[in-house]
C-alpha cells in the first residue's frame, strides 16, 4: 500500500475527532419521528420507554427478561420502522414516572397510545386504567366491566400482555381472595408497585 | 441464514439499528466528498432515508442503500456549489471552485475535492470506507470495471496532484 492510499484511508481530519451529529431533533421537526425512544433507570430496573406523536406506547422492563433490540424490531412491525432514540419527546413520561416512583404523583397525565392493543384485550386495559392509586380490583371484575363476566382468563392474558405497565396499572389487579396472581416483569416488582402505592394512600 | 430468494420481503429493522451501524460510515464518506458541509449533507442524508425508509421494498443491502443516498446529497451539494458565485478573493489557482476543506489537512483532501466527481466518489468509497470494487459500483450505479477505473484514475491524478 502507497502512503498516498493509507493517508487516504484515514480520512479526513476534523476538528474534535468530527463525529456524527444526531438526528433525531431534525426527524422530529420533519414530522418523521414515528417512534423515539429512552431508557431510563428506575427502582425497578432499567426501563424502555417509547412514545409516539399520539402518546406512550410502550414501557418495557429490561431487566425482567425483556430484550432492549427485541422491544425495538417489534415496534418497528407493529407501530413504524421510523424508530429511532430520542430523549426530548420521551421527557413528560420520563418526568411522571420519577415523580410517581418518589411517590408525589398518584395519576399519569402523558396521554397513551393504545395502538398495540386491540379488541377484547384494550377494553380490559381501559377498565384497569381506571382502577384508583392504592386500590385493587380482581381479574374477575375487569372481565365483567370489560364486557366478557366470564373471560377472566382471556383477563389475565391480556394484563400479562400489557404494553405500558405501571403507567396501564395491571398490578392493581388481583386473584379473587386477594392473591397477587401473575405479573408481566415478575412478582416481586408488583408487591413494590403495590406496596409503594399502600404506603401513600394510607397515610392520615 | 437469511436467503436472497426468500419469497416475501425482510422485515424492516428499527431505523436506529441503521443509524448505529452505518452513521459514522456514512459522515467519514461525507467528510472526504463535501468537507465542513458533512454534518449538513449527514443531516440530509438521514432526513431523506428517514422519509423513504417504510417504503423501501429490499432490505438485504441497507449500507448500500444509505451509502447510495449519501452520495447522492453529495453530489447534489457539490453541483449547488458550484453555481454559487465565488468571491474574488477565494478564487483557487486551478480546479473548480470547492470549499470545505480546512487547510490542516495538508492538502491531501483539498486535492480530493478537485478530482471529477466519479473518481472523488469512488476513491472515498474505496479507501476511506475500505469498500470491495462491487460495493463502490453499486453505490455508485456503475460497472464494478468503471468503478475500478475511477479509482485508479483518481489515485493517479492525486498522485501527480497532491504534492507527497
Given at each position: 500500500m502507497s502512503s498516498l492510499e493509507r493517508k487516504l484511508r484515514g480520512g479526513v481530519p476534523g476538528p474534535g475527532g468530527g463525529s456524527p451529529p444526531p438526528i433525531d431533533a431534525a426527524a422530529a421537526a420533519a414530522g418523521l419521528l414515528d417512534v423515539a425512544y429512552a431508557t431510563l433507570d428506575s427502582p425497578l430496573g432499567r426501563l424502555l420507554?417509547?412514545?409516539?406523536?399520539?402518546?406512550?406506547?410502550?414501557?418495557?422492563?429490561?431487566?425482567?427478561?425483556?430484550?432492549?433490540?427485541?422491544?425495538?424490531?417489534?415496534?418497528?412491525?407493529?407501530?413504524?420502522?421510523?424508530v429511532l432514540a430520542s430523549a426530548p419527546p420521551v421527557d413528560a413520561a420520563r418526568r411522571e414516572l420519577d415523580e410517581y416512583f418518589e411517590r408525589r404523583r398518584t395519576e399519569f397525565e402523558i396521554p397513551i397510545d393504545w395502538r398495540l392493543?386491540?379488541?377484547?384485550?384494550?377494553?380490559?386495559?381501559?377498565?384497569?386504567?381506571?382502577?384508583?392509586?392504592?386500590?385493587v380490583s380482581s381479574y374477575?371484575?375487569?372481565?365483567?366491566?370489560?364486557?366478557?363476566?366470564?373471560?377472566?382468563?382471556?383477563?389475565?392474558?391480556?394484563?400479562?400482555?400489557?404494553?405500558?405497565?405501571?403507567?396501564?396499572?395491571?398490578?392493581?389487579?388481583?386473584?379473587?381472595?386477594?392473591?397477587?396472581?401473575?405479573?408481566?416483569?415478575?412478582?416481586?416488582?408488583?408487591?413494590?408497585?403495590?406496596?409503594?402505592?399502600?404506603?401513600?394512600?394510607?397515610?392520615? | 441464514m437469511p436467503r436472497s430468494d426468500v419469497p416475501y420481503p425482510l422485515p424492516l429493522p428499527p431505523f436506529q439499528e441503521l443509524l448505529d451501524a452505518h452513521g459514522r460510515d456514512v459522515h467519514r464518506f461525507l467528510q472526504s466528498l463535501v468537507g465542513q458541509d458533512a454534518d449538513d449533507c449527514y443531516q440530509e442524508t438521514w432526513i431523506?432515508?428517514?422519509?423513504?425508509?417504510?417504503?423501501?421494498?429490499?432490505?438485504?443491502?441497507?449500507?448500500?442503500?444509505?451509502?447510495?443516498?449519501?452520495?447522492?446529497?453529495?453530489?447534489?451539494?457539490?453541483?449547488?456549489?458550484?453555481?454559487?458565485?465565488?468571491?474574488?478573493?477565494?478564487?483557487?489557482?486551478?480546479?473548480?471552485?470547492?470549499?470545505?476543506?480546512?487547510?490542516?489537512?495538508?492538502?491531501?483532501?483539498?486535492?480530493?475535492?478537485?478530482?471529477?466527481?466519479?473518481?472523488?466518489?469512488?476513491?472515498?468509497?474505496?479507501f476511506v470506507l475500505d469498500a470491495a470494487y462491487a460495493e463502490v459500483a453499486s453505490v455508485m450505479g456503475t460497472s464494478e470495471e468503471a468503478a475500478r477505473r475511477n479509482v485508479h484514475e483518481g489515485l493517479k491524478r492525486l498522485r501527480t496532484e497532491y504534492a507527497q
Open positions: 420507554v417509547a412514545v409516539t406523536p399520539r402518546g406512550l406506547v410502550r414501557l418495557a422492563y429490561l431487566d425482567a427478561g425483556e430484550d432492549e433490540d427485541a422491544v425495538l424490531v417489534d415496534l418497528a412491525a407493529r407501530v413504524s420502522p421510523r392493543t386491540h379488541g377484547f384485550g384494550r377494553r380490559v386495559l381501559r377498565a384497569t386504567e381506571r382502577i384508583p392509586y392504592g386500590g374477575k371484575l375487569i372481565a365483567s366491566e370489560a364486557g366478557s363476566p366470564r373471560g377472566f382468563r382471556a383477563a389475565g392474558n391480556a394484563l400479562g400482555a400489557n404494553p405500558i405497565p405501571i403507567v396501564v396499572p395491571c398490578h392493581r389487579v388481583l386473584l379473587t381472595g386477594g392473591k397477587l396472581g401473575g405479573y408481566g416483569g415478575g412478582l416481586e416488582r408488583k408487591r413494590v408497585l403495590l406496596a409503594l402505592e399502600r404506603q401513600l394512600s394510607e397515610r392520615p | 431523506a432515508a428517514l422519509r423513504a425508509y417504510p417504503r423501501l421494498r429490499d432490505a438485504s443491502n441497507l449500507r448500500g442503500w444509505i451509502l447510495t443516498v449519501a452520495h447522492r446529497k453529495a453530489i447534489d451539494r457539490i453541483r449547488a456549489r458550484r453555481r454559487e458565485p465565488v468571491p474574488v478573493h477565494e478564487l483557487p489557482e486551478r480546479g473548480a471552485p470547492d470549499r470545505g476543506f480546512e487547510p490542516g489537512d495538508d492538502g491531501l483532501w483539498a486535492a480530493v475535492a478537485v478530482l471529477p466527481d466519479k473518481q472523488r466518489a469512488a476513491v472515498a468509497l474505496r
